[in-house]
C-alpha cells in the first residue's frame, strides 16, 4: 500500500497548531497563483518567455514570494492563459519547478526534488528522492506529496521500498495557538 492518505493526513493536522484557524501544509501551499489580494514576486537570474507555449522560464536561483509563502528552486516554468502582451496580468494556470524545490510559509517548510501547482484543477504534487515537511520541531518525510488546495485533502506517499515516516516531538504542541498569534 503506496498511498498512506489517512495516516498522512492525520500526521499534518497534529502538525498544525490551534484547531479550525490553524494554518496547514497545504493552506501554506495554496498562497501561489490563487490569491488575488497578493502580488506574486519572482526574481531570478534568467528569464525566457515563450509566447507560442504560453509560458516563461526563470532559471538560476529562482526566488517566489506572495504574502509569507516563499519559494526557491533553480528552475521554474509558469505557464499561463493568454499572450504576455505589454503590462497585461495574465492568470497563471499551472506552475513547474525543478531543481531542490524550498517552501516555506510561517514555520512551516517542504522541500523536494520538484513540485507543480495545478490552478486550475487545484492541486500540488511536490515529489522528490526525499520529501520533507516540517512545522518547528516537527517532521513528515515521504517520496510524494499530493494536496488537494481546495478541499486541503494531503496524500504522502513512501518508496516502492520504504515507508513514510513521522516524527513528533513530545510536548511541542502545547501551549501553540494561545496568546502567541500562531
Do not use: C, H, W
Not at 14 to 24: K, M, R, W
Not at 149 to 171: C, F, H, M, W, Y
Request: no cysteine; hydrophobic share 40%; net charge neutral.
Amino acid at each position: 500500500m503506496r498511498g498512506l492518505s489517512l495516516f498522512a493526513a492525520a500526521a499534518l493536522v497534529a502538525l498544525a497548531p490551534g484547531l479550525a484557524a490553524a494554518q496547514t501544509f497545504s493552506n501554506a501551499f495554496a498562497g501561489f497563483g490563487d490569491n488575488d489580494k497578493e502580488p506574486i514576486q519572482i526574481e531570478a537570474q534568467e528569464l525566457q518567455v515563450e509566447d507560442k507555449t504560453n509560458s516563461a522560464t526563470f532559471s538560476g536561483d529562482v526566488l517566489v514570494s506572495q504574502g509569507e509563502t516563499r519559494m526557491k528552486t533553480q528552475k521554474l516554468r509558469v505557464f499561463y492563459d493568454g499572450k504576455a502582451d505589454g503590462g497585461v496580468q495574465q492568470r497563471i494556470m499551472r506552475l513547474e519547478a525543478n531543481g531542490r524545490v524550498y517552501i516555506s510559509s510561517k514555520d512551516q517548510t517542504a522541500t523536494g526534488d520538484e513540485a507543480s501547482f495545478d490552478m486550475t484543477r487545484k492541486i500540488m504534487v511536490m515529489t522528490g528522492q526525499q520529501v520533507v515537511l516540517s512545522q518547528g520541531p516537527n517532521v513528515v518525510v515521504g517520496n510524494k506529496l499530493t494536496i488537494n488546495l481546495e478541499t486541503g485533502k494531503a496524500d504522502l506517499e513512501a518508496p516502492r521500498s520504504g515507508r513514510v515516516k513521522v516524527l513528533i516531538q513530545p510536548n511541542s504542541l502545547n501551549g501553540q495557538g494561545t496568546g502567541t498569534g500562531n
